[in-house]
């Protein structure tokens, strides 16, 4: 119970800090003060549990995202895999990076080799920040909270940005 509320709190307050440092701005996030471009990246969990490709596609207009992750790790035969939807808002704190917030899902399956077995879905909680480095190279990372009692998933990557 108390790993939970640490994640839920962890969760809260970076989504915080992203919608209140839009109300403190100035102005609104404008296509001049965030970083635009959808990208694709691979990353790891940050416990090292698991390798992860990861993708937002974004609307260079409108302060919006559409974000996904697929994850997996295996243990002698058998796989899981997690896969994570989500739509989240995207603060610009400065023209080549992000900071963002948002809601989705989850879907968890199970394999041996043989078969496979859906685990269930949830609702997920997310936020992070994003960065391009050069004109292609984005880092990212992020932390979802899963709402069924899963837990936290921490996850850093590098991205191809388009």
């Given amino acids: 119970m108390q790993r939970l509320l640490k994640s839920v709190a962890t969760i809260a307050a970076v989504s915080a800090f992203a919608f ?3 109300f403190f701005s100035a102005k ?18 940050a416990d090292g549990s ?7 596609i974004r609307w260079d207009l409108k302060p919006v995202s559409i ?6 790790a295996c243990e002698g035969n058998l796989c899981a895999t997690l896969f994570i939807p989500t739509v989240t808002y995207d603060v610009g704190i400065s023209k ?7 809601v ?7 394999s041996d080799g043989n078969s496979s077995v859906s685990l269930g879905t949830g609702a997920v909680l997310q ?17 979802t909270y899963f709402t069924n ?4 998933l921490w996850k850093v990557g590098a991205g191809w940005k388009f």
Avoid at 30 to 42: D, L
Avoid at 67 to 72: D, I, Q, S, V
Avoid at 96 to 102: D, F
Avoid at 104 to 110: I, Q
């Fill in 96 to 102: 080549n990076a992000n900071i963002y917030a948002g």
């Fill in 20 to 22: 209140v440092s839009t």
């Fill in 127 to 143: 936020a992070g920040a994003e960065g391009a480095i050069s004109q292609n190279i984005v880092l990212y990372g992020d932390g």
């Fill in 149 to 152: 009692g899963g837990g936290t």
């Fill in 67 to 72: 974000r996904a992750t697929a994850t997996g």
């Fill in 28 to 45: 609104s996030a404008s296509a001049e003060q965030r970083m635009n471009g959808s990208y694709i990246g691979v990353g790891v969990a």
């Fill in 104 to 110: 989705g899902g989850s879907a968890v399956s199970l």
């Fill in 50 to 56: 698991g390798a992860s490709v990861a993708g937002s």
